[in-house]
């Protein structure tokens, strides 16, 4: 049987379950795998400090997809997480079949799109969880990846995306950075991250 | 009184693990009264994020003023970055 690609997954009408290679269906399952990550990194000579901070937000992304779908998850709970570390640099796929960032704030800010979903879960201390006072974690991941020396990242949910490149984007604000993604619609949120080991 | 943060593990990533340390720390660590400052010294934390800080803060706060409560930072960078997101977004 062919193998299912993340993209093909995160765009399907109906949902299926991944290989189970990449499928953490709960959270402790994906928390086992990012302390895998973290063991990876040390092992292949990265610093402390980026290790840390690369755990660190790997570990916010994954939470997100929890944190945000509990009880919640259209068809298939959890989240695809996977990653490459080839010595220099690492590679982070994460992805869920969630309810997406615009459906999760809209119960706070209702009416608004897909562009403007984007710019708060990325600019403003707002949640979808209110009355919970949260919402840190993307914040938290931008303040990260301006601190590394090459990174790029990419943030698509419905049908927005924010697009990151330390080598373009290290000034930009976050409006700027965020566009819609060409006729491609995530159901819930789709992450591609690559870092390069500092020197 | 000093509480030494690595006792709740080195890596301090999810929202329920962050609200689990703040009920132990309640329950067994914390003074039950009076208004004896509180040290969390995370000097020995490997990660850190805002989704357990903001946890184990909104948790222990249900019970202790913010005024008691302060915080040793440390060197670590996502110890460092989390208070510095925290500190951005709240104030």
């Known amino acids: 049987m062919e193998m299912l690609s993340v993209q093909d997954w995160v765009r399907a009408y109906d949902g299926s379950k991944p290989s189970v290679e990449v499928y953490c269906q709960t959270r402790d399952v994906v928390q086992a795998r990012v302390e895998s990550l973290r063991s990876s990194l040390t092992q292949h000579g990265w610093s402390e400090t980026q290790t840390s901070l690369i755990t660190a937000i790997i570990g916010e992304l994954t939470s997100n997809a929890f944190d ?3 009880g919640q998850w259209p068809d298939v709970p959890g989240c695809w997480f996977e990653f490459s570390n080839n010595h220099d ?3 982070v796929t994460i992805a869920d079949r969630g309810q997406g960032v615009r459906s999760s704030l809209e119960r706070v800010r209702p009416g608004i799109d897909d562009i403007q979903a984007l710019e708060i879960a990325f600019a403003e201390h707002v949640t979808g969880r209110a009355p919970e006072k949260r919402g840190n974690g993307l914040k938290f991941v931008m303040n990260v990846l301006r601190t590394l020396d090459e990174a ?3 943030y698509l949910s419905g049908s927005t995306m924010l697009n990151y490149s330390t080598q373009t984007d290290s000034q930009k604000d976050i409006a700027s950075l965020i566009s819609h993604s060409a006729g491609i619609v995530i159901r819930g949120v789709y992450t591609t991250l690559q870092i390069q080991k500092s020197i | 009184m000093k509480l030494s943060m690595e006792k709740f593990g080195n890596v ?5 693990a962050g609200r689990e340390a703040a009920l132990a720390a309640l329950a067994y660590s914390l003074p039950k009264e009076g208004d004896e400052a509180i040290e969390l010294d995370f000097s020995n934390v490997d990660v850190l994020t805002p989704s357990w800080m903001d946890e184990f803060m909104q948790t222990l706060m249900e019970r202790l003023p913010k005024s008691q409560i302060k ?3 440390g060197e670590n960078a996502s110890v460092q970055m989390t208070m510095k997101t925290i500190r951005e977004t709240t104030h």
């Open chain 2, 71 to 73: 915080i040793t930072e």
């Open chain 2, 12 to 16: 301090l990533i999810s929202r329920p």
């Open chain 1, 68 to 70: 945000h779908n509990i």
């Open chain 1, 89 to 91: 640099q690492i590679s």
């Open chain 1, 152 to 154: 790029r990242f990419e």
